[in-house]
């Protein structure tokens, strides 16, 4: 025995004898050729988790909603700046409208623009999550139908 039972689970790096009697017209195998270009892979999206859909949904519309809220409020305090709700109650007061119109000054306040805002805002966080996850199971169920979406990646 020239070998230890160790190395003989071990794989060795020796090539086995050819039958060529050292002739040396052994062939070399041929250079593979770089591909040319980026390497494309086909891809089909035959299913998506609805359940990871509702989650980026729901964070993305909660990210809409807080951008709806701070729009409203920058644009109303724009407004209040260049003074056109100042201008449109003297508007209403010299065409003496103030018992048609008056209430209608009452509802452009900060606090009642940024609650009816925050309203909009839960309503878009609830359908835009909802009809994200709806969305998912429809999908689902016409990928099942008709094989999914067929993407093709390229690595760059």
Known sequence: MTGSSAEAGRPT???PASSDNGSGSREKPAPKAKPVGPRRVRLAVSRVDPWSVMKLAFLLSIAVGIGIVVATATVWQVLNQMEVFAEIESVIEAAE???QFGELLQYLQFSRVLSVATVVAVVDIVLMTALATLG????NLVAAMVGGLHLTLTDD
């Open 136 to 139: 998912a199971f429809v999908y």
């Open 13 to 15: 790096t020796e090539r």
């Open 97 to 99: 409208a103030m018992n």
